[in-house]
Nanobody, 120 residues
Framework: QVQLVESGGGLVQAGGSLRLSCAAS????????MGWYRQTPGNQREQVAI???????TYADSVKGRFTISRDTAKNTLYLQMNSLKPEDTAHYYC??????????????WGQGTQVTVSS
């Protein structure tokens, strides 16, 4: 069974930094696009940053210039470096990845999420 496990969340003051990690485990052929999303109570989950298998990145306007998404294929791990954090970045952060399972099959998997709280 393929799983994603996030870590690195926590409480930080405004202007501070955090680095989220998302480690994949299980049996799969390869990882395709991966991304970070966030959600606050009562709101829909929103896309934060996406990275393709080739390394192309896309960011939400609200985090451009502050957040950096990266991946380590050898370690099957996705990262999100978050700098200059603002109170409005407070949310539960989730990672998502599409896995190639072989024979043309793909599977989209979500992690359980990690909480990021930014105090003013």
């Amino acid at each position: 069974q393929v799983q994603l496990v996030e870590s690195g969340g926590g409480l930080v003051q405004a202007g501070g930094s955090l680095r989220l990690s998302c480690a994949a485990s299980g049996s799969f052929f390869s990882m395709n696009a991966m991304g970070w999303y966030r959600q606050t109570p009562g709101n829909q989950r929103e896309q934060v940053a996406i990275i393709s298998s080739g390394g192309t990145t896309t960011y939400a306007d609200s985090v451009k210039g502050r957040f950096t998404i990266s991946r380590d294929t050898a370690k099957n791990t996705l990262y999100l470096q978050m700098n200059s954090l603002k109170p409005e970045d407070t949310a539960h952060y989730y990672c998502n990845a599409e896995f190639s399972m072989g024979w043309g099959a793909t599977r989209s998997v979500w992690g359980q999420g990690t909480q990021v709280t930014v105090s003013s």
